[in-house]
């Protein structure tokens, strides 16, 4: 299951034991549109190991200041409430299913 982002919640969902995986994407964005289905398998693959979450960049435009996302889509990868990977635009699954294994 991928969680939706609010920006008043957000660091609290970067405290949780579990790695976080947020996609910041746009709905007018042909490449988020195409990545969405991939991070939802990975959400299913991940799930009780790792969180999904979306972050829509108009709606959250706080958040995406704040990690300076400047293209769409961009996947960031928490671990202990810090950044630690970054993955800017469509990607393999294969690549991101790396990324989020080095994070366990």
Do not use: H
Request: proline fraction near 4%; hydrophobic fraction near 50%; charged fraction near 25%.
């Amino acid at each position: 299951m991928v969680v939706e982002v609010i920006e008043s919640s957000f660091d609290s969902l970067l405290q949780g034991a579990q790695p976080v995986i947020v996609d910041f994407g746009a709905t007018w964005c042909g490449p988020c549109k195409a990545l969405a289905p991939i991070i939802e398998e990975l959400a299913n693959e991940y799930e009780g190991k790792a969180v999904f979450a979306k972050a829509d960049v108009e709606e959250c435009s706080e958040l995406a200041a704040r990690f300076r996302i400047r293209n769409v889509p961009t996947v960031l990868f928490f671990k202990g409430g810090e950044m630690k990977d970054k993955s800017v635009g469509l990607v393999a699954k294969a690549t991101l299913a790396e990324k989020v294994n080095a994070l366990l």
